[in-house]
């Protein structure tokens, strides 16, 4: 069983940024890849950014246009998400998950935990 607890979230200024670390328990964390996704009130939960297991490759969604960075560190079993020039359209609850294999996930349905997400909210 993999354990996933993000921290980082917060209320910021259009234009700020915001550093999210998920941290991971009960797993070899370097097994899997991570994603971030993120759910806005009445929306689907929407991909992010994905990192394989050994952070070598990265893969983000269009909306993140350069602003974005995902990183992981295997020693301390924590994945982050840097995110700059942040926009009120970017408030949502973050959330990260787990994916066994080697392919990048875009879907939900493609990861096997997830954490109890952080509220990120964007003020204009």
């Known amino acids: ?8 979230g917060g209320l910021v200024q259009a234009g700020g940024a ?3 670390s998920c941290a991971a328990s009960g797993c ?13 009130p009445g929306k689907e939960r929407e ?9 070598r490759s ?3 969604a269009d909306f993140v246009k350069c602003r974005f960075a995902i990183s992981r560190d295997n020693g301390k079993k924590t994945v982050y998400l840097q995110m700059n020039s942040l926009e009120p359209e970017d408030t949502a609850v973050y959330y990260c998950a787990a994916r066994g294999g080697q392919r990048v996930g ?5 990861y096997d935990y997830w954490g ?3 509220q990120v909210t964007v003020s204009s």
């Open 1 to 8: 069983q993999v354990q996933l607890v993000e921290s980082g």
């Open 106 to 110: 875009v879907r939900p349905y493609e």
């Open 28 to 40: 070899t964390f370097s097994d899997y890849g991570m994603g971030w996704f993120r759910q806005a």
């Open 116 to 118: 109890q997400g952080t």
């Open 58 to 60: 990265v893969n983000y």
């Open 47 to 55: 991909f992010v950014a994905h990192i394989s297991w050994s952070g």
């Open 18 to 20: 915001l550093r999210l």
